[in-house]
């Protein structure tokens, strides 16, 4: 048998053996450190580090400035505050010496300053030596107003300041060329140049020819010296002061020739204008970076003097006529040998000319255009007694009688371009040239005082031109001349004209009864026939082009924008036609209105016609708007308002037939069925509604439960929708002038059954009309206790009550973004 010892004996025996594992595992261990002490090369000793006594600790720093920088802004700085000690001295201390010591001192320190710096850059001071020579200009000015104030001060100020001038600029530019080292002297001497002659004339009271060409003859030393100096400051310098001076003699010459009451007196300030202009050639020529700008100088101001010239001694009409040809005879440099960026500022300047004429000439554009507007007031009252007459509004006709002229010769000149210019321009000038043609011929009646039928008629044949270009650019390429294709630009630019001119006759023909029936019509066919044969160059188009997409077919696409255009100008030439004709008839305007809303009806059937046609949609929404102006007419006769919506109703129910209008033109019929119905009532002085709409509400619903069992997708609002409306609305409004209680108490009662019914069938339709009007017929019934309520509240109450709705709405607002941000945090932790 087993003998198992006791609990304490067992415990006894396994401390002993723990005992010898942990002996063994000491004796383990040391073994492995002698192991790995025979393995490991031995360290060297690490000598001990004598202590270091503390330094303060210096860090290597950038420096912010260079030694050059420092130095130039000492001598700047000094010479500064020696310029500002000396003009001290001359001018605020000056009598403190006598005249010799004066007169030694100033001249010691000039001669000093002026020698230093032929001295001082041998030592390596050149820096100096600039400071130094600065300083000695300075003092060279203080010379010369201290001898003016000793010696010569009877003089005239104006006078000793050119002479100063032109002595310090004459010193100046011989110490400078001395002392080559120096950048300073030349460059302030070229400078100080520039006032002599100009100061000389005024101090001799010239008159501004002289000081025009005082000016001038300075920028022709100012260009001489920029073309031919050696030193590159003072011909950077010369250049610039060259424009500085030209500029404003070419603007004192210019002013004088536009306001010369004389040939002669234009001819005076003509000659520098030329001489100018002769300059600025000249330094085009030689000067490659002031080509293009001296070019259009000289361009502009040889215009200014040779047109000047003439300018005096005919109208100002014929003055502009004059200042456009000499620009025209600018483009005349094209072939002269010269650079090409003088040919361009040449060429530039002649568009600068032709556009200022242009200018001129669109004033009497406008208001052959506006100008009927101001005669809408007086429609059919009467031939006027010319075109000028007709337009109400007078531009100054004697002084733009030249206008038309004036668009011509800048057309021409941009048809001439249009040869020259690149692919991209090239279709801009020719229908920028489109454009002035048609301005230049609209003009033309009033400029020339014709009679007012001539000008009606010469807008028509404008307006039919403008369409034939229109039409004419987008004609297959088989139906066209050859070499008579037009870009689709012009075709845009002809329609734009055409349309414009077509509005303008419109109002303009409104003078007389049979002036307005003739240029209505006229205008009708030419619209139709344009867009008829716009249409069957499009489908003539897309049937060549086949399954690739043509030229052909691209202009195609473009051209749908033009019969929309043309399509909605025929409907509303239209229904201005049928207006004047009714009123020719003694029409009254209800009975106009009648008459108009054949203009929907005819634009619906040929909308169901075309179907999908790009035409149809836009033709569709013009003549929705006849139907607005058919109402517009008829306002003031209930009745017929009332039957003028029914009709349109009709018509739009009608439109609703197509699958495409369907849910647009369904809404509409109803809404105006509903409103003919109200206006009917209304006009009837009927007081109790019900009995006219319950009728038409009964069958109605019954209709729309026909409809829903058919159509279980179509909507309540489809079927049941107008039915309600039919009953609820009107009822609705009749109740809510009601003082009495028993219509109120129906209607609510119905209206509670009706939203009931909705609710359980979940119908929007129902719920929300229902809902509506029992809500606002349960207002109308308390709106008197409410008002009592209210007033009997204290007038703190109400604000009281908004703010702390608002503070509610805030808070809920703020929890909800914090809501929305912790659910955005815990979706974020997810994986």
Request: glycine share 8%; aromatic share 4%; with cysteine.
């Amino acid at each position: 048998m087993e003998n198992v010892p006791r609990p304490a004996e067992e415990l006894a025996v396994l401390d002993r053996e723990l005992a010898q594992i942990e002996s063994r595992r000491a004796q383990l261990l040391a073994r492995k450190s002698y192991l790995l002490t025979l393995l490991t090369p031995p360290v060297p000793p690490v000598p001990p580090v004598p202590p270091v006594s503390p330094v303060p600790w210096t860090a290597a720093r950038t420096p912010e400035t260079s030694p050059p920088s420092v130095q130039n802004a000492l001598l700047a700085l000094g010479g500064v505050l020696l310029t500002i000690a000396a003009i001290a001295f001359t001018v605020v201390s000056w009598g403190a010496m006598g005249i010799g010591g004066r007169s030694v001192v100033l001249g010691t320190v000039t001669a000093a300053a002026l020698a230093a710096p032929a001295v001082l850059p041998r030592r390596g001071l050149t820096s100096t030596a600039e400071a130094v020579g600065a300083l000695a200009l300075v003092l060279t000015v203080l010379d010369a107003y201290a001898l003016h104030r000793v010696a010569l001060a009877g003089t005239d100020p104006l006078g000793y300041t050119a002479a100063a001038c032109a002595a310090l600029a004459a010193g100046w530019a011989a110490y400078g060329l001395l002392l080559g080292r120096l950048r300073t002297p030349l460059p302030a001497a070229v400078l100080t140049a520039q006032l002599p002659l100009p100061l000389w004339a005024l101090a001799a009271d010239a008159s501004l020819v002289t000081l025009a060409w005082a000016l001038l003859v300075t920028a022709v030393a100012d260009t001489a010296i920029a073309l031919w100096a050696k030193p590159a400051p003072a011909r950077s310098i010369a250049g610039i002061t060259a424009w500085v001076t030209g500029g404003p003699a070419l603007l004192i010459a210019g002013g004088l020739s536009v306001t010369a009451d004389s040939p002669l007196d234009a001819a005076w300030p003509g000659v520098p204008l030329l001489a100018g202009a002769g300059l600025g050639l000249f330094a085009a020529v030689r000067v490659p970076g002031v080509s293009f700008a001296g070019a259009a100088v000289a361009g502009l101001a040889a215009v200014t003097a040779t047109a000047g010239v003439v300018r005096p001694s005919v109208p100002l009409s014929w003055a502009v006529v004059g200042y456009l040809l000499c620009g025209a005879a600018l483009l005349t440099a094209v072939r002269a040998p010269l650079p090409r960026a003088a040919v361009g500022g040449l060429c530039t300047a002649a568009g600068a000319v032709v556009a200022g004429t242009v200018l001129w000439a669109l004033r009497p554009v406008v208001v052959a255009l506006l100008g009927p507007l101001s005669r809408v007031g007086d429609i059919w009252a009467g031939t006027p007694g010319s075109a000028r007459e007709a337009l109400g509004t007078d531009p100054g006709w004697s002084e733009t009688t030249t206008a038309p002229l004036v668009l011509l010769i800048a057309a021409g000149l941009l048809a001439i371009a249009y040869r020259q210019l690149p692919a991209a321009a090239r279709a801009a000038a020719l229908s920028g040239a489109t454009v002035l043609c048609w301005a230049a011929v609209l003009v033309l009646p009033a400029a020339l005082d014709l009679g007012h039928a001539v000008d009606v008629a010469t807008r028509l044949a404008l307006t039919a031109t403008m369409l034939t270009l229109a039409v004419y650019a987008h004609l297959p390429a088989a139906r066209r001349r050859p070499g008579l294709a037009a870009p689709p630009a012009v075709s845009t630019a002809a329609m734009i004209c055409a349309s414009a001119g077509a509005a303008a006759v419109s109002v303009l023909a409104l003078a007389t009864e049979t002036t307005t029936l003739v240029t209505l019509g006229v205008l009708l066919a030419l619209l139709c026939a344009a867009a008829v044969v716009l249409n069957a160059a499009v489908s003539e188009a897309e049937a060549d082009s086949g399954t690739e997409v043509s030229p052909e077919a691209r202009a195609a696409f473009q051209v749908r924008a033009f019969q929309a255009v043309l399509t909605c100008a025929a409907v509303v030439t239209a229904v201005a036609l049928l207006c004047a004709l009714c009123a020719s008839a003694g029409l009254p305007r209800e009975h106009i209105a009648l008459v108009v809303l054949a203009v929907p009806a005819a634009c619906a059937l040929l909308g169901a016609r075309l179907r999908r046609h790009p035409v149809a949609l836009p033709m569709e929404l013009t003549a929705a708007g006849a139907g607005l102006l058919a109402v517009g007419l008829a306002s003031g006769h209930p009745p017929t308002v009332a039957l003028v919506l029914a009709l349109s109703a009709v018509v739009a129910a009608g439109t609703a037939l197509r699958p495409d209008r369907r849910p647009a033109a369904g809404y509409l019929a109803a809404a105006l069925f509903v409103l003919a119905t109200w206006v009917r009532l209304y006009a009837s002085d009927v007081s109790t509604p019900e009995a006219y709409t319950l009728p038409v509400t009964v069958p109605a619903l019954v209709v729309g439960v026909l409809r829903r069992r058919g159509d279980p997708e179509a909507s309540s609002w489809t079927a049941y929708g107008p039915g309600l409306a039919a009953t609820l609305l009107p009822s609705l409004a009749a109740a809510w002038g009601d003082t009495q209680w028993p219509r109120p108490l129906a209607l609510g009662v119905a209206a509670l059954l009706v939203t009931l019914v909705g609710a359980r069938l979940r119908l929007q339709a129902p719920l929300v009309l229902g809902g509506a009007v029992l809500a606002l017929d349960t207002l109308h019934e308390l709106a008197p206790y409410l008002v009592q309520v209210v007033g009997a509240l204290p007038r703190w109450v109400p604000p009281a009550l908004a703010g702390l709705l608002l503070l509610t709405v805030g808070a809920t607002y703020e929890r909800r973004l914090h809501d929305a941000r912790r659910l955005r945090k815990s979706l974020g932790r997810m994986r």
